[in-house]
């Protein structure tokens, strides 16, 4: 008898009829003979709301009453479809971090899972019970409520996945899986049936909304079977997370993913010493603030300008933390520009194709589309355009890589 971690996101669980719906594809597990602990998030839209509140009367700090606040939204969620199982003829139980327990470390509206206690829940299986864990929070070590970052309900379910060393993982969306580029965007997108934990991993730290990439990064530490697929049909089709291997006959480029929740910063004229750079990064650092993609130039005064990306969300708190340290950073000038789009491109491929950087570069200037930010790894190319030029950019990137082509399998030599 398998047993599977299901987890519901948002717009799964975002009114009575889909909890009800959620019963239905839960018992169905059932009555394929598994066992299953599912995992909640808010309703769609509730922590928003709810964020919005605590924001408006206390902003730019992260406090533990901000977690008690954003995190209600999954325990209301919780308690619903557990009555929603026990409606449908189930015997279910709602569980919150604190009854489990979920132990986190103190970083609040941020924290990070360190270990899960899974007697609790085996003993409600064991009981013949669904448990139904409310995603996304946690309890630090002086028993307070944290929470765990934005889209933290997935590493919720692949940790618990972990613990009580499940054989899959599932994540339910409102998509029926991970595709080649944003479809509302790019309509030749088309689902994946795989994706290497590698290129999950990139694309979630890109930007993409379908997994955080705390939950893949943790799943493949400990080989938990990752599927993404939709709740909102009845079709069992969607991606499948696999080790890099089972991915290596795969196109070059796999996914273009795109991020409008960033903004580009420029500091110029920093004191041109060494260590300029640890001393911002370990300012911007004290106010939990993450640049990325930091490029350092030095001008023909002696000085030194630096770029890079921060979440528009920190534009407030970072313009508050510069001005702090102005004296000590010794910078004469700082802007911030909201108007742009970073586009990550990504796939096993850039590995060993140098070809692949030359094709990225020259199909945006084939469209007079300017990039004002380049930044590479093994798997990853991140640009940073302006952000009216995003449509026409997505369109000519996945064009460029056919992916709106299924990749074509080769046959094994015999």
């Known amino acids: 008898m398998a047993l599977y971690v299901l987890k519901f996101g948002g717009t799964s669980v975002s009114n009575l009829a889909r909890l009800e719906h959620v019963a239905?594809?839960?018992?169905?597990?059932?009555?394929?003979?598994?066992?299953?602990?599912?995992?909640?998030?808010?309703m769609a839209g509730i922590t928003d709301q709810l964020v919005g509140y605590s924001q408006a009367l206390c902003p730019h700090e992260a406090t533990q009453e901000h977690d008690v606040v954003a995190s209600a939204g999954e325990q209301v969620t919780a308690g619903l479809l557990a009555l929603a199982l026990k409606k449908a003829g189930m015997k279910a139980r709602s569980f919150l971090a604190w009854q489990i327990p979920i132990h986190t470390d103190?970083?609040?509206?941020n924290a990070r899972i360190l270990h899960i206690s899974p007697d609790k829940i085996n003993e409600s299986i064991s009981q013949g019970e669904i448990p139904v864990v409310a995603g996304f929070q946690g309890m630090d070590k002086n028993y307070i409520l944290t929470t765990l970052g934005r889209g933290g309900s997935d590493t919720t379910a692949v940790a618990l996945a972990v613990a009580l060393k499940a054989d899959r993982c599932d994540i339910y969306t409102d998509?029926?899986?991970v595709y080649t580029a944003d479809p509302r965007l790019v309509p030749e997108a088309r689902r994946q049936d795989t994706l290497s934990y590698n290129e999950m991993f990139e694309m979630a730290a890109a930007g993409a909304k379908v997994l955080q990439?705390?939950?893949?990064?943790?799943?493949?530490?400990h080989g938990i079977k990752l599927r993404v697929l939709s709740s909102l049909t009845d079709s069992s089709k969607g991606t499948v997370i696999v080790d890099d291997e089972q991915t290596a006959k795969k196109g070059n480029i796999?996914?273009?993913?795109?991020?409008l929740q960033e903004a580009k910063v420029t500091v110029r004229g920093l004191k041109n010493v060494p260590g300029i750079a640890a001393k911002l990064y370990t300012t911007m650092g004290q106010s939990n603030i993450l640049i990325d993609m930091m490029t350092q130039s030095h001008t023909l005064d002696g000085a030194c300008d630096m770029d890079g990306m921060i979440s528009r969300s920190d534009i407030e708190r970072?313009?508050?933390t510069m001005m702090k340290f102005k004296d000590d950073l010794g910078f004469t000038e700082l802007s911030i520009n909201k108007n742009v789009a970073k586009v990550t491109i990504v796939g096993i491929g850039l590995r060993s194709n140098m070809d692949i950087p030359a094709l990225i570069c020259r199909t945006l200037a084939d469209e007079g589309i300017n990039i004002y930010m380049i930044y590479s790894s093994?798997?990853?190319m991140s640009l940073v355009i302006n952000q009216l030029c995003l449509q026409p950019a997505l369109t000519a990137l996945h064009k460029a890589f056919k992916l709106d082509q299924y990749p074509k399998i080769e046959k094994e030599a015999a």
Do not use: W, Y
């Not at 169905?28 to 299953?36: D, M, P």
């Not at 103190?106 to 509206?109: I, N, R």
């Not at 796999?254 to 991020?259: F, R």
């Open 254 to 259: 796999t996914s273009i993913v795109h991020s």
């Open 106 to 109: 103190s970083v609040s509206t």
């Open 24 to 42: 239905q594809v839960v018992r169905q597990e059932i009555l394929n003979g598994n066992r299953i602990v599912v995992v909640v998030s808010a």
């Open 175 to 177: 998509v029926d899986g």
């Open 378 to 380: 093994e798997i990853k």
């Open 318 to 320: 970072f313009n508050e």
């Open 213 to 221: 990439a705390r939950s893949v990064e943790m799943a493949m530490k």
